[in-house]
């Protein structure tokens, strides 16, 4: 979904017509200037949903947003309704801008051939525009703060076009730079706890080898004793038993006495 061309379209050339009107120039003037003032507005409102105050003053602000003047903006930017309309936009700057909104006056009236002077009342006049479709788009969507955060973020790659300045300025250049080192810092933690973990693993070794070898060496031990009083070249050596009344004695064989007999 792009909101940048949905913006445009909304905006026919009867609504053109009254913002050349208002800023006191010629309709393809001011043509050009809402195609430039468009991604900027939008890429201020990206910004702001990078952040979860921001996302969240923004959602809040539609709800007093009235996205019925979509139906005819033509009155809505003309006669009495238009001072109206740059007011609560003017009042809605910060909020898409941040504090720091004067700073993309300058950019824009160059770019847009308006000058500084004009783009508070161009930018007045857009921003309900935008903040109207979004807020259409909430209702009929029925998205959450989620939602429309994401949403937002979305529109990033229909702004590729954005002059470097005024991404800047709006704050795409640094919403954008701030993703590589946010995942710069994450491989770098996790890099010092696999550094962490290795000490840990080879302190687990060397414990394993402080027990085993010795353990090994004593049944060495246990086997060659085994082998030196049971076994004697190769042969098992009878037990020996201690002489007693009930002992068993074998006498010598003699004629009709089997071998090992006992005699009394």
Same mark, same amino acid.
């Given at each position: 979904m792009d909101i940048n061309e949905m913006v445009k379209s909304a905006i026919n050339s009867q609504a053109t017509g009254h913002i050349a009107t208002a800023l006191g120039t010629d309709a393809q003037t001011a043509s050009k200037a809402v195609s430039t003032a468009l991604p900027t507005i939008i890429g201020g409102l990206v910004k702001q949903a990078s952040s979860p105050s921001g996302a969240s003053n923004l959602y809040g602000a539609l709800d007093k947003v009235d996205s019925g003047m979509l139906n005819d903006l033509g009155s809505a930017l003309s006669g009495g309704k238009l001072q109206s309309v740059i007011e609560s936009g003017t009042k809605l700057l910060p909020t898409v801008f941040g504090s720091n909104y004067s700073a993309v006056f300058g950019s824009l009236g160059k770019l847009s051939g308006l000058g500084s002077g004009k783009i508070g009342p161009l930018l007045g006049m857009l921003v309900p525009i935008v903040m109207g479709v979004l807020a259409k788009i909430k209702n009929t969507s029925g998205l959450d703060l989620a939602g429309f955060s994401q949403l937002l973020i979305d529109q990033k790659k229909h702004l590729a076009g954005l002059d470097s300045g005024l991404a800047d300025q709006s704050g795409l250049g640094n919403l954008s730079g701030a993703v590589q080192p946010a995942m710069t810092s994450a491989g770098k933690s996790l890099s010092k706890?696999?550094?962490?973990?290795?000490?840990?693993?080879? $302190?687990?070794?060397? %414990? @394993? %080898? +402080?027990? &085993? @070898?010795? &353990? &090994?060496? /004593?049944?060495? $031990?246990? /086997?060659? &004793? =085994? /082998?030196?009083?049971?076994?004697?070249?190769?042969?098992?050596? !009878?037990?020996? =038993? *201690? $002489? %007693?009344?009930? +002992? *068993?004695?074998?006498?010598? %064989?003699? !004629?009709?006495? $089997?071998?090992?007999?006992?005699?009394?």
């Open positions: 706890v696999a550094e962490a973990s290795r000490p840990v693993a080879s $302190a687990g070794r060397m %414990s @394993i %080898s +402080a027990w &085993l @070898i010795p &353990l &090994l060496a /004593l049944a060495a $031990a246990a /086997l060659a &004793l =085994y /082998l030196f009083v049971f076994t004697r070249d190769g042969e098992v050596v !009878p037990a020996k =038993y *201690p $002489a %007693s009344d009930t +002992a *068993p004695t074998a006498g010598p %064989s003699g !004629p009709g006495k $089997a071998p090992g007999q006992v005699f009394k």
